[in-house]
């Protein structure tokens, strides 16, 4: 290890100090190392590269570096320009995004307000099939319901290039905050003519054209993803790492043991029985922060046995939220009870009822209810729990399996899947239950509340609740934020009210960071990294 005292960590920023400077700003008196590379552990083998055609974690982290949308998120989380240098709207119905005039592609074009119409266009056409489709209903732009729906054409889409630099946007209801929805990938641009001429191999290295600090260099499947610095971005002056290299290690156990023998500077995550070892040895290296995620088991709300409300609820109530929280995992996370984590923007969340109940009468209720459903120790429950590969996710679906057998005497078939497959298994409801996590793509309740509408693209519990889709609309237009506020708290009753998911914990950001990476705040409840912020110091 480094012999990095803590006061030059906290200049270099790998210890939280107050203030957060955006692009990678080097603290006086830090002295850079000569090699400026980093190797980070990206958990899986991404899904693609293509912008509108991913989903997950993994995606974003590679995507946020080569591609950049009309705004960023600072290491504090707070929003900065990115293809946009300002922007304007009327009465949150109307924005008008200024694009500068310096943004290129890596290819050396310049990024117009066209490569954005075409790229939302593109996004919500059904012939994409993008999974994320869905995020330009979630923003109301004008006709996205009906293109989505095959009734209009992508060229009615309310989106328009006014000149090469001004993009004007089109919402049939006010949504105000429509600029921190535009860092995530789903607004990103994609260029245009290399989507054309190549069509799914566009995202090879030798096709591949972004407009992010980073371009892709080399792309070999399940060993690692190279990224180098653009030249062409227009904020390069400011970056500092040339080379980024991504592995796609989903053994949490693995990814520490590389990391501690210097191969990885960044791990992904922290594997359960190695946290509390790790914060005692290496506790400067040990990030830990709060994270606008939530960790559930997503019901098939499509597929028996788990149709019946009353067994959605059962499980719901039988899982010992404290021991999963606490003794399995035992990061710091907090025991949830809504999907909404309490510490998100713009929601007061009032626990139901049941959270205040021992885990005992709990236990006893949901055996009613299962009594009620039919089932019991002649005709036990079983189902099947599907879960991706990870260490960690497998114990946690050990533990979930001991807990309801023990508390409700079910019967539960672990199932396991790579990354890929097993996003394809939730989308086309080939499961009962499913180990999920939901990170938030803006601080915002409706981040987390939209993927349950009925018609979102996102919705892989294929939830539908008529009263659940109506209270979403009205806090669209709810007057105060207050009234908003209060319209989210009734739709998290409602989804407990029918027992959609099974919420677990509310998750904190917890990876190990070597001391000789600048620049890393932690900071950002969105948990986003961008690698032209960091800088390796002299060790």
């Known amino acids: 290890m480094s012999n990095l005292t803590k006061k030059s960590l906290l200049a270099a920023g790998i210890i939280a100090a107050s203030g957060s400077a955006f692009a990678a700003e080097v603290s006086a008196g830090v002295q850079l190392a000569e090699k400026q590379e980093i190797v980070r552990n990206n958990g899986a083998e991404v899904q693609s590269l293509d912008p509108h055609k991913i989903e997950g974690v993994p995606e974003n982290n590679i995507t946020r570096d080569l591609m950049e949308g009309l705004a960023n998120n600072s290491p504090d989380g707070s929003i900065v320009p990115g293809v946009a240098e300002s922007w304007d709207n009327k009465d949150a119905k109307v924005w008008i995004f200024h694009l500068r005039k310096d943004a290129k592609w890596s290819n050396g074009k310049p990024v117009t307000a066209q490569d954005f119409v075409y790229s939302w266009q593109r996004l919500v056409d059904p012939r994409t099939a993008s999974p994320y489709a869905s995020y330009l209903q979630y923003a109301h732009v004008e006709n996205v319901d009906a293109i989505i729906a095959g009734k209009k054409d992508k060229s009615t889409l309310g989106v328009q290039a006014i000149d090469d630099h001004t993009f004007q946007v089109t919402l049939t209801e006010p949504v105000p905050y429509l600029v921190e929805m535009t860092p995530h990938y789903a607004m990103k641009p994609v260029y245009q003519a290399a989507v054309e001429k190549f069509g799914e191999k566009w995202t090879l290295p030798a096709n591949y054209v972004g407009n992010g600090a980073y371009k892709l260099k080399d792309w070999v499947v399940n060993e690692h993803i190279v990224l180098e610095r653009n030249p062409e971005y227009w904020d390069n002056a400011k970056t500092i790492i040339n080379k980024v290299t991504f592995l796609p290690i989903s053994s949490e156990v693995t990814d520490v043991n590389r990391y501690r023998t210097g191969e990885i500077d960044m791990t992904s995550s922290m594997p359960i029985e190695l946290f509390q070892k790790l914060k005692k040895e290496i506790p400067y290296e040990v990030q830990v922060a709060p994270h606008l995620c939530t960790y559930f088991y997503e019901i098939n709300n499509l597929q028996a046995p788990?149709?019946?409300?009353?067994?959605?609820?059962?499980?719901?109530?039988?899982?010992?939220?404290?021991?999963?929280?606490?003794?399995?995992?035992?990061?710091?996370?907090?025991?949830?009870?809504?999907?909404?984590?309490?510490?998100?923007?713009?929601?007061?969340?009032?626990?139901?009822?049941?959270?205040?109940?021992?885990?005992?009468?709990?236990?006893?209720?949901?055996?009613?209810?299962?009594?009620?459903?039919?089932?019991?120790?002649?005709?036990?429950?079983?189902?099947?729990?599907?879960?991706?590969?990870?260490?960690?996710?497998?114990?946690?679906?050990?533990?979930?399996?001991?807990?309801?057998?023990?508390?409700?005497?079910?019967?539960?078939?672990?199932?396991?899947?790579?990354?890929?497959?097993?996003?394809?298994?939730?989308?086309?409801?080939?499961?009962?239950?499913?180990?999920?996590?939901?990170?938030?793509?803006?601080?915002?309740?409706?981040?987390?509340?939209?993927?349950?509408?009925?018609?979102?693209?996102?919705?892989?519990?294929?939830?539908?609740?008529?009263?659940?889709?109506?209270?979403?609309?009205?806090?669209?237009?709810?007057?105060?934020?207050?009234?908003?506020?209060?319209?989210?708290?009734?739709?998290?009753?409602?989804?407990?009210?029918?027992?959609?998911?099974?919420?677990?914990?509310?998750?904190?950001?917890?990876?190990?960071?070597?001391?000789?990476?600048?620049?890393?705040?932690?900071?950002?409840?969105?948990?986003?990294?961008?690698?032209?912020?960091?800088?390796?110091?002299?060790?």
């Open 306 to 539: 788990v149709t019946d409300q009353r067994v959605r609820e059962a499980l719901k109530l039988a899982l010992d939220r404290d021991i999963i929280t606490h003794k399995v995992k035992n990061q710091g996370d907090l025991p949830a009870y809504s999907l909404t984590p309490p510490y998100t923007k713009g929601i007061t969340i009032t626990p139901p009822e049941w959270a205040g109940w021992t885990q005992e009468k709990r236990n006893q209720v949901a055996k009613k209810l299962l009594a009620d459903a039919g089932y019991g120790p002649a005709k036990p429950l079983t189902f099947s729990l599907l879960y991706n590969t990870s260490d960690s996710n497998k114990k946690l679906a050990i533990a979930a399996a001991s807990i309801w057998k023990k508390n409700l005497g079910v019967d539960v078939k672990l199932v396991n899947q790579e990354w890929k497959t097993f996003l394809d298994s939730r989308h086309q409801g080939n499961y009962n239950v499913a180990s999920a996590g939901w990170c938030a793509d803006y601080n915002e309740p409706s981040s987390f509340l939209n993927m349950m509408l009925s018609s979102s693209s996102n919705n892989t519990a294929h939830y539908k609740s008529a009263e659940f889709d109506r209270l979403m609309a009205g806090a669209l237009t709810a007057k105060t934020e207050q009234q908003r506020a209060e319209l989210y708290q009734k739709d998290e009753t409602q989804l407990d009210k029918d027992s959609a998911i099974v919420p677990v914990y509310h998750n904190v950001s917890a990876r190990l960071v070597k001391p000789y990476v600048g620049g890393y705040s932690g900071k950002d409840p969105l948990a986003n990294v961008y690698d032209k912020n960091l800088y390796i110091i002299k060790h």
